[in-house]
Nanobody, 124 residues
Framework: QVELVESGGGLVQAGGSLRLSCAASGRTAGTYFMAWFRQAPGKEREFVAMIARSGSSTVYADSVKGRFTISRDNAKNTVNLQMDALKPEDTAVYYC?????????????????WGQGTQVTVSS
């Protein structure tokens, strides 16, 4: 079983950058699809980005495309989310998630392992 721990959240001004990291422990993280989701107050959890097991394929939500970059280092069991040109609407708790068999990459139900989340706040 894999356990996920996120870090790197914080407060940043609009237009700034943050880099989130997700450290995986336990079974080799390279066997999982990895993704980032986020949840703003009063809203449902939404898909942000996904990276395939080998890192060869990535998918982004339209709202973050061109601004966010997901990457992984299977040797270090880490997944990162580089967030640039941040907007106030990016404010949310960001969650790292892992799924062994993902059919719909944007569906939270396809991911069985979740981190505790890290808060990202973007001020205007």
């Amino acid at each position: 079983q894999v356990e996920l721990v996120e870090s790197g959240g914080g407060l940043v001004q609009a237009g700034g950058s943050l880099r989130l990291s997700c450290a995986a422990s336990g079974r080799t993280a390279g066997t999982y699809f990895m993704a980032w989701f986020r949840q703003a107050p009063g809203k449902e959890r939404e898909f942000v980005a996904m990276i395939a097991r080998s890192g060869s394929s990535t998918v982004y939500a339209d709202s973050v495309k061109g601004r966010f970059t997901i990457s992984r280092d299977n040797a270090k069991n880490t997944v990162n989310l580089q967030m640039d040109a941040l907007k106030p609407e990016d404010t949310a708790v960001y969650y790292c998630a892992a799924g062994a068999f993902v059919r719909v990459y944007s569906s939270s139900s396809d991911y069985t392992i979740w981190g505790q989340g890290t808060q990202v706040t973007v001020s205007s």
